[in-house]
């Protein structure tokens, strides 16, 4: 029984955090810089996994209670030039959980695109390395 409950608790622990999808914009749909499916794990560095590693959007959400706020939407989480909102499909920050977003999700609002080029060359980030020693 005790091996069961530890059981429980270890998935508990390491279980994502699906609903934070459900209150950003487009939070199903998030657009992928890396390949042709949505990124799914939004607030991480690996599209697919909820690793440790938080990308900056994730800090940002995470430092505003969870909730989508007009200063979450307005800011560039990731450095890139283009707000949140811009990158999720709500360029004018009018988006409320529930509703659909003014456009699909064009950007990813936590890893700087275009990655390794342009304003983003500096980011330590490359598509497909998802470990702690590659993310800057």
């Known amino acids: 029984m005790i091996k069961l409950v530890i ?3 270890g998935l508990l622990a390491v279980s994502s955090h699906p609903y934070y999808r459900d ?3 487009n939070g199903y749909a998030v657009f992928n810089p ?3 499916s949505y990124w799914e794990a939004v ?3 690996d599209p697919n996994h909820h690793t440790i590693d938080k990308n900056p959007f994730a800090q940002a959400f995470a430092a505003g209670g969870h909730v989508w706020t007009a200063a979450l939407c307005n800011a560039d989480s990731d450095g890139d030039g283009t707000s949140n909102g811009a990158e999720l499909g709500d360029p004018n920050c009018v988006w409320t959980a529930g509703a659909t977003p003014e456009r ?3 950007g990813h609002p936590g890893i700087c695109e ?3 080029s342009g304003p983003c060359a500096s980011v330590a980030f490359r598509c497909g390395c998802h470990g702690h020693s590659c993310i800057g």
């Open 114 to 116: 275009p990655v390794g």
């Open 23 to 25: 209150v950003i914009p």
């Open 34 to 36: 890396c390949g042709a």
């Open 7 to 9: 059981c429980l608790f």
């Open 43 to 45: 607030g991480h560095y």
């Open 104 to 106: 699909s999700s064009t």
